[in-house]
C-alpha cells in the first residue's frame, strides 16, 4: 500500500486541523491505520491508531479527547482530527498502514507539516 499524507499547515494554539491520508493498492480496509509524529531531534510517537473496524480507535494519552481517528474505507482514506491545538503537538505528522500480522507499522507516507502558533 502506498499512502500519502495532506492537510498540514499554520494553525492558532486552539485551533483545529484535519490531516487526510490517501492509500492506493488493494485492500485498504485489511490494514490497520496509523498516525504518528515527529518533532526535531526526538524519535516519531505514535498518535492514534485506527483497526480494519471503523469504530476500533486508540490514542495517545497526550491527545485522548482532542483528536479523533476515522477511515472510510469505501474511499481508501484515513483521516486526523485535531481540535483544541498545543504548541506541544507541533510536528511532521506520518500516516502508517500496518498489515493483520505485522507486529509495527511497516508502510509509511510522507510527512505533513504541523505548525502551531502561540
Known amino acids: 500500500v502506498q499512502l500519502q499524507a495532506s492537510g498540514g499547515g499554520l494553525v492558532q494554539a486552539g485551533g483545529s486541523l484535519r490531516l487526510s491520508c490517501a492509500a492506493s493498492?488493494?485492500?485498504?480496509?485489511?490494514?490497520?491505520m496509523g498516525w504518528f509524529r515527529q518533532t526535531p531531534g526526538k524519535e516519531r510517537e505514535f498518535v492514534a491508531g485506527?483497526?480494519?473496524?471503523?469504530?476500533?480507535?486508540y490514542y495517545a494519552d497526550s491527545v485522548k479527547g482532542r483528536f479523533t481517528i476515522s477511515r472510510d474505507n469505501a474511499k481508501n482514506t484515513a483521516s486526523l482530527q485535531m481540535n483544541s491545538l498545543k504548541s506541544e503537538d507541533a510536528a511532521v505528522y506520518y500516516c502508517?498502514?500496518?498489515?493483520?500480522?505485522?507486529?509495527?507499522?511497516?508502510?509509511w507516507g510522507q510527512g505533513t507539516q504541523v505548525t502551531v502558533s502561540s
Open positions: 493498492g488493494r485492500a485498504f480496509s485489511t490494514y490497520e
Open positions: 502508517a498502514a500496518k498489515t493483520l500480522v505485522a507486529l509495527k507499522f511497516g508502510y
Open positions: 485506527i483497526r480494519r473496524s471503523v469504530d476500533s480507535a
